[in-house]
């Protein structure tokens, strides 16, 4: 049975690491080398419980589902990086359903997040129903199954993939809470994720004619430091059940650039 559960898995995280290492700033504000095993798990995190918490059909979606994702998603984040960095993506992303599979992903690294869990008890209320704590943490982990498959054909039908390359000396960052799909105030829902410190994927409206499905704009400064101001204020101040968060990066030097900045928010979380 396996009971360190990562809430990030490690298929992905490897894409900021040299080899199995990463840098991270923890939620005391230190830099410090990680292996990315140590990293972005809780124990025994998507177990459901009986009514006295005690677990039971071990493993059924560890096992069962995310890693039969992680393993399929493995050779297709190294390809979909190789296709980006030799500037064939287009081609990548028409062939063999490629531009589902990667909506997939974003949507089944939303859902197995505790950014959705956390949610779950709100949405109880509001059905007017009193779950307790196993309850909801049962629901919201039967719910995210079940809404991977229809969440993903829905966006898939209505958005369109368009990447980022970073052009900057600063890599992207990522951490705790990486995958963010949304609805903003405008009404229109917008889906974002770092997938390595090169590139980023958006999920937008087919309706935003000017920008080409599949393609790579180049991100300068300006772009790349609010993408990673973004992903530094939701580890920080996004609070979950989760009990270590980190900002991950492939470099100390980007760490280092934004380390000031984290402080800032720390303090500013701790008043």
Not at 29 to 48: A, F, N, Q
Not at 184 to 208: A, C, F, T
């Amino acid at each position: 049975m396996t009971h360190d559960q990562h809430v990030v898995p490690q298929v992905y995280l490897k894409n900021f690491a040299n080899g199995k290492t990463c840098y991270v700033v923890d939620s005391y504000g230190k830099i410090s080398s990680k292996s990315i095993e140590g990293i972005c798990y809780e124990k025994d995190y998507y177990e459901l419980r009986d009514s006295e918490g005690v677990i039971v059909h071990e493993n059924l979606f560890e096992s069962g589902l995310y890693q039969k994702i992680e393993t399929m998603y493995s050779s297709f984040m190294k390809n979909l990086l190789e296709a980006l960095d030799t500037d064939c993506v287009a081609g990548f992303m028409k062939y063999d359903d490629n531009d589902e599979r990667l909506t997939i992903w974003l949507v089944s690294m939303l859902l197995r997040n505790p950014i959705v869990f956390i949610l779950t008890p709100e949405v109880a209320k509001v059905l007017g129903i009193d779950w307790n704590d196993n309850q909801c943490r049962n629901n919201a982990i039967l719910n995210s199954a079940g809404l991977l498959e229809a969440m993903s054909k829905n966006l898939h039908k209505t958005h369109k993939t368009v990447f980022l390359r970073n052009m900057t000396d600063i890599g992207f960052l990522t951490g705790n809470y990486p995958s963010i799909i949304m609805r903003y105030e405008d009404g229109e829902i917008r889906g974002y994720m770092p997938i390595s410190p090169q590139y980023y994927v958006l999920l937008i409206d087919k309706n935003i004619k000017c920008l080409k499905e599949y393609s790579v704009l180049p991100a300068e400064n300006t772009i790349v430091d609010h993408f990673n101001k973004g992903i530094i204020n939701n580890t920080i101040h996004i609070k979950t059940d989760v009990k270590h968060t980190y900002i991950i990066s492939k470099d100390k030097n980007t760490l280092e650039h934004y380390f000031g900045y984290i402080q800032k928010q720390l303090k500013k979380e701790s008043q």
